[in-house]
């Protein structure tokens, strides 16, 4: 079978372009892994109709029923191999399959460098996050500490300070600060630890305190992670030619989300970057839009 479009990437900007182009009746595959940036958020609090905020397992768990509903098919898999032949693309998994469809739409997001801290990932989206854009609400008014390395640990401190004047950066990978960084902090009496973290201790999801391998502790209530290096997940779309910028994202047609390789398209994170799950929608919705256009012609 000849899908009209196979999506790689179940993160909501793949679902939520499975969901528009199954409500016009194409013929869809979504391939996902699991490993996205939404599986692991426990709680987002800026999406419209979710003033309580929602899961990212619930809000993917929700978007997977909507697309087959719609009659999209959803394989749990990963990608390892992309071919172009003609307009016709050719998609092959770790598991065994090889799919062909006259599109590809790339969601395939980016993977935060998180390092192996305990206690970070039962927080994260509750008490310790990575998007200020997204959660920078959540610390207002609260000390909170910026778990990070080097620049991007102080370019994340200096940030914040929009929402809180009470901010203490811990540099965890001891790498150099650049003087500007350093003159920026000190102007802004940001303290800076550099020490190793050893634990966050929490008690479901709330982070309590940090716990330093000096066997010191931090009493703070939220965090913020700032490592940089975070890897976009562009290598498939590189394979096919697509351009990239200076930061790895794909270059996309703002208004269509096709790449520079014809009937090869991206949204979320893996071009704009946004890092908002509400912007992500919308770029998944807009190439959807686009490539039953394209599938008109």
Known sequence: MKYDCIIIGGGIAGLQASIQLGRYKRSVLLIDAEDGRSSLCRKYSNILGFPNGISGQELRKAGRQHAENLG?????????????????????????????GRNLLLATGLKDHIPSIPGIKPCLGLSVYVCPDCDGYEIMNQRTAVIGSGNAGASMAISLLYWSRDIIFINHELEDISL????????????????????????????????????????????????????????????????????????????????????????????????????????????AIWIHKELLK
């Open 72 to 100: 999209v098919s959803i394989r749990k898999d990963r990608v390892k191999d992309v071919h172009k032949n003609g307009r016709e693309f050719t998609v092959y998994t770790v598991g065994g399959g090889m799919f062909s």
């Open 180 to 287: 500007e960084w350093t003159q920026r902090l000190a102007a802004e009496n940001i303290e800076v630890k550099t020490a190793k973290v050893k634990e966050l201790h929490e008690t479901k999801g709330s982070l309590n305190r940090i716990e330093m391998k000096d066997g010191k502790s931090l009493q703070v209530k939220k965090a913020f992670l700032a490592f940089g290096g975070n890897q976009v997940r562009t290598e498939l779309a590189v394979k096919l030619g697509a351009e990239v910028n200076e930061n790895q994202h794909l270059i996309i047609d703002p208004r269509t989300k096709m790449t520079s390789v014809a009937n090869l398209w991206a949204s979320g994170d893996v071009a704009a970057h946004s890092e908002l799950v509400t912007a992500a929608m919308g770029e998944g919705s807009l190439a």
